[in-house]
């Protein structure tokens, strides 16, 4: 007689398939994890080289002086109003036309020569902390003085007017 041999797997083989893909998935989720924070990162140091390199052409063509000291902003015809801190003064003049002395209009004008140095706005801190928006991580920019390592996570980036040292307002990462 003959005997019918069956084309299917046995149950020990299927067991050995189901391992080896349990320890692979186990080898190569946390990779996902960590490309996430690279990305992260590296996001993080593109926008603060497109913010020092604005802040350093500002610097050149105002007269040795940084962006955030407090000035003025014309709004069209209207009169000039003076901006409420040096974060805004800090995004009003490297977003907006300005002056030498860092005057800001909406509009260019043979008397706003300069600018605007970011045309998307301020960028936002991509590793800004948990229950932060958006608009929070890009508007928030606080004039530190000397800028030191306080270890207090919050949002957006610390900015010195007098030295124009420029870091993410995140203790982790203001190496950086």
Known sequence: MFRMRRNAFTLVELLIVV????????VAIPQFGDSATDAK?????????????SVELYYHQH?????GII?????AAAAAAAHASVGEAFAMQLTHYS??????????????????????????????????????????VTDAGPITADGSPTTGWKFSSTTGMLIANNGSYDDR
């Open 19 to 26: 391992i080896i893909i349990g320890i692979l998935a186990a």
């Open 41 to 53: 990162l590296a996001a993080l140091d593109a926008n603060l080289a497109t913010l020092r390199g």
């Open 63 to 67: 007269g040795s002086t940084y962006p």
């Open 71 to 75: 000035k003025t902003h014309k709004v």
């Open 99 to 140: 002056d030498a002395s860092g005057n800001t209009a909406d509009t260019a004008a043979a008397a706003f020569p300069y600018g605007p140095y970011l045309r998307r706005g301020v960028p936002k801190n991509p590793l800004a902390v948990a229950g932060v928006t958006a608009t929070d991580a890009a508007t928030v």
